[in-house]
Nanobody, 114 residues
Framework: QVQLVESGGGLVQAGGSLRLSCAAS????????MGWYRQAPGKQRELVAT???????NYADSAKGRFTISRAPAKNTVYLQMNSLKPEDTAVYYC????????WGQGTPVTVSS
């Protein structure tokens, strides 16, 4: 089994910044692709950013230029630096990791006030 533990969410004013962290533990024996998704009230879960085991990144258009995904060297730990936050970024942010199946964290809420 794999566990993902997120931290770093909270309340911030528009234009502010937050940094999310996610650490994986359990039955993982190599570096895996990881990422962040988010789900706003009444909406479907959507991709924010992903990073491969080699460090290649992919961003949703809404995140490009404002968010940066990174990972700790040789660890299944991933970060999401979010700058220039907007009210429409308000959502629960979920950490994701894939092995032979998808794994999800419990989610950390981010609220951006206008």
């Amino acid at each position: 089994q794999v566990q993902l533990v997120e931290s770093g969410g909270g309340l911030v004013q528009a234009g502010g910044s937050l940094r999310l962290s996610c650490a994986a533990s359990g039955s993982i024996f190599s570096i895996k692709p990881m990422g962040w998704y988010r789900q706003a009230p009444g909406k479907q879960r959507e991709l924010v950013a992903t990073i491969t085991s080699a460090g290649m990144t992919n961003y949703a258009d809404s995140a490009k230029g404002r968010f940066t995904i990174s990972r700790a060297p040789a660890k299944n730990t991933v970060y999401l630096q979010m700058n220039s936050l907007k009210p429409e970024d308000t959502a629960v942010y979920y950490c994701w990791l894939i092995t032979t199946r998808d794994y999800w964290g419990q989610g950390t809420p981010v609220t951006v006030s206008s």
